[in-house]
């Protein structure tokens, strides 16, 4: 059964950093794009980073500049390195692995206070 879970979220005061980490497990072979997305309450999600398997990445616009996706292809590992992060930036973030199918996270709480 494939699996994606995320580490990493938690409470951080605005100008901080947080890492996101999402491991895909029952995956035995190579993984296509993979991503993070976000969610505000009473919003839609939304894209925040993908990265390819080749290491092309894309981000939002809102993000650019402070934050870094990367890849394990070893370790079917995406990771999310967020600094200077802002009150807006508060949501759950969930990841993303398009396989046969896509396949998403149970997603973690980042919460930047002011």
């Known amino acids: 059964q494939v699996q994606l879970v995320e580490s990493g979220g938690g409470l951080v005061q605005a100008g901080g950093s947080l890492r996101l980490s999402c491991a895909v497990s029952?995956?035995?072979?190579?993984?296509?794009?993979m991503g993070w997305y976000r969610q505000a309450s009473g919003k839609q999600r939304e894209l925040v980073a993908t990265i390819s398997r080749g290491g092309s990445t894309n981000y939002a616009d809102s993000v650019k500049e402070r934050f870094t996706i990367s890849r394990d292809n070893a370790k079917n590992t995406v990771y999310l390195q967020m600094n200077s992060l802002a009150p807006e930036d508060t949501a759950v973030y969930y990841c993303n692995a398009e396989l046969f199918s896509s396949y998403w996270g149970q997603g973690t709480q980042v919460t930047v206070s002011s």
């Open positions: 029952g995956w035995p072979f190579s993984i296509n794009t």
